[in-house]
């Protein structure tokens, strides 16, 4: 679903291999029974299907500078394994795709997911024309992105338990947006996930609604071009209400 249209597309398996390992996806595609990937991730024979949907919504949301509101995640994929209930990594291959095909050179990804983007980060470690910042609960699973993990590719900002919207405000104020503008990206991500609200039973941040509207509009002035993808969040009561108001911020 793509800003309350359902649509379907699906990413090629040349456009997910601009990330994966080909045998790593060979291996998603063949895969006819369900079977356990890691200790979380669960994989059956349907799940080669909405991994490809889930990322071609993403594409699309590229184009159109949309939300792409879709499962299973994708930001603790790594190129050759699955982990953390994500397969694909959705906003690597979306990244890629703006490069590759639509010609864009610097490209911004923001990573306000409770629990670190480990595998976006791997993917992109070293790569000049990517900036990952991300922001997490510290110390937390799966035990990456802590202090002193930053580089000229990567910005990591580990976060106490119970910080809320006043905190994550600092932190865009203060390094977030500055870094973001200094690199000049043409085109901002943004791997949206919702567990850190006060009311997700995940994690043990303390962020609200308006907190994530804002973190989404604050997202959306970085660039002259942004698009967004759903990563986590676990209670479903409020989920729908967080994420509209997410896509309020993003649209505003």
């Known amino acids: 679903m793509l800003d309350?249209?359902?649509?379907?597309?699906?990413?090629?398996?040349?456009?997910?291999?601009?990330?994966?390992?080909?045998?790593?996806?060979?291996?998603?595609?063949?895969?006819?029974?369900?079977?356990?990937?890691?200790?979380?991730?669960?994989?059956?024979?349907?799940?080669?299907?909405?991994?490809?949907?889930?990322?071609?919504?993403?594409?699309?949301?590229?184009?159109?500078?949309?939300?792409?509101?879709?499962?299973?995640?994708?930001?603790?994929?790594?190129?050759a394994r699955a982990m953390g209930f994500c397969l694909v990594n959705n906003i690597a291959v979306a990244a890629r795709y703006a490069q590759v095909e639509l010609g864009l050179e610097r490209v911004a990804i923001v990573d306000f997911d409770v629990h670190h983007g480990n595998g976006t980060e791997a993917l992109f470690r070293g790569d000049d024309s990517v900036l990952f910042v991300s922001l997490q609960q510290w110390p937390f699973w799966p035990g990456t992105g802590g202090?002193?993990?930053?580089?000229?590719?990567?910005?990591?900002?580990?976060?106490?338990?119970?910080?809320?919207?006043?905190?994550?405000?600092?932190?865009?104020?203060?390094?977030?947006?500055p870094a973001v503008r200094a690199f000049r990206p043409e085109l901002v991500l943004v791997s949206a996930g919702f567990d850190a609200h006060v009311d997700d039973p995940l994690a043990e941040m303390e962020v609200t609604e308006n907190g994530f509207r804002e973190l989404a509009e604050r997202c959306a002035a970085l660039g002259p071009r942004t698009a967004a993808v759903l990563e986590g969040g676990y209670n479903l009561a409020t989920l729908p209400a967080l994420v509209e108001a997410a896509h309020r911020g993003f649209s505003s």
């Open 4 to 79: 309350g249209r359902t649509i379907e597309r699906g990413a090629t398996f040349a456009q997910l291999a601009r990330v994966h390992d080909a045998e790593y996806l060979e291996l998603l595609r063949s895969i006819d029974r369900p079977i356990r990937l890691d200790a979380d991730t669960v994989c059956t024979q349907t799940s080669w299907e909405a991994a490809t949907l889930a990322a071609g919504i993403t594409l699309e949301a590229v184009d159109r500078g949309g939300f792409a509101l879709v499962r299973p995640p994708g930001h603790h994929a790594l190129a």
């Open 147 to 177: 202090p002193g993990t930053s580089d000229g590719s990567t910005l990591n900002l580990p976060l106490p338990a119970g910080s809320g919207d006043d905190d994550y405000r600092a932190a865009f104020e203060e390094t977030v947006e």
